[in-house]
């Protein structure tokens, strides 16, 4: 089935057509099942008594919100560029998949206020071996909608089906407590049993929110780009012998498909400007056929013919490498002030090593003097944006 519907979505369509199509029938199909398995529940739960089962149906139809707001951030989210948003309306997946992670803590909060209300009035519920085979369908369905899902996050990368898939997940704990409520309240006579469960489902429901949530928010904020990728952009640009190093990568995502990006190249200062400019444009080029990322290369001129000061710059940094192979300089400058030699250079070192900054700063230098006595160092630490 899967595969199936998956098939006619795509068919006769451009690959970059092809995303909106399969989040569009991630909403179209989850809402269909969440109306169905909706309105099972609730005659299930009018004909039981039992709060939990319909609980369980009011989370099904809120599920059907939550799709529609999907099938929306999908539909804002390809809308094409203009005036006021020149990169695009990628970032609206983020929003409706925000939206969708709201759905969820309103649920948990109205299933935990029931099933407290449930506690203190326990009350029977009717039992039938229907309810627990209509039940058990219900996980079925879910358990295929949570597969649909994740299979359609695969191939889209978008957030909103990763929301809806452990949604779906949810409500196969939710489905699956209230089949052990009504066996509980048959056999052992434990009514609050309806209450306690309901209770915990919208914990632990709670706490999937949460997840989602922190999922979504940090693409909001803007998130460090895969190490995959950036070492794929670097040896691009690297890639012809005119460039000598990469630093400063930045890397901006405003949705699915939509990156700018902006990098330093250090180029031999007495080559050809024209020569750099050609292998820098034709860089620039791959990058956006290859990675779809629209990026800005700037040149950084280093002297090496200036043998001296080069074997220094490479001697710096073999010594920097040696502290930690993530730390990297640039901007390597040699002057002479006042008579003596002093040496100018960037360090950059991951953000996980800001607690120690001064600390890799005084050793770095004090190695670096003790190598090229009685030049002296001055070195401006910064963070990598990768």
Known sequence: MTKLLIGFAKKNKEVAEQRTALSNLSGWVCIFCNLLLGFLKIVIGSLSGALSITADAINNLSDCASNIVSLTGTKLSNKPVDKEHPFGHGR???????IVSLFIFVMSFELAKSS??????????????WY?????????????????????FKLTDNLNMKALRQDS???????????????????????????????????????????????????LLGEAPSK???????SIILEDDIVLGVHDLIVHSYGAGKIIASADAEVNSDEDIFAIHDVIDKAERRILEELNIIICIHIDPIRVEDSRRFAMR???????KSFNSDYSLHDFRLREESGKEHIFFDL????????????????????????????EFTVNVENSYI
């Not at 407290?116 to 519920?125: E, F």
């Not at 079925?140 to 899902?149: D, G, P, Y």
């Not at 490479?314 to 920097?320: A, D, L, T």
């Not at 950059?348 to 006595?373: G, H, M, Q, R, V």
């Open 92 to 98: 609206i997946e983020y929003i409706s998949a925000l």
């Open 116 to 129: 407290i209300n449930k506690i203190i009035n326990p009350s029977a519920v009717q039992f039938s071996i």
């Open 132 to 152: 627990i085979i209509a039940l058990g369908a219900a996980i079925i369905v879910k358990l295929w909608m949570a597969f649909f899902n994740l299979k359609l």
């Open 169 to 219: 997940l949810n409500d196969c704990i939710a489905t699956l407590s209230t089949i052990a409520a009504l066996l509980i309240s048959k056999f052992l006579h434990f009514h609050r049993a309806d209450g306690i469960i309901g209770l915990g489902v919208s914990v632990f429901i709670l706490i999937s929110g949460i997840q989602i949530l922190k999922e979504v928010i940090s693409p």
């Open 228 to 234: 995959e990728l950036t070492e794929k952009i670097k």
């Open 314 to 320: 490479k001697k710096s940094k073999e010594i920097i």
């Open 348 to 375: 950059t070192i991951p953000f996980e090593d800001n607690i120690k900054k001064e600390e890799i700063k005084n050793e770095i230098t004090k190695a670096l003097e003790k190598e090229f006595s009685p030049i």
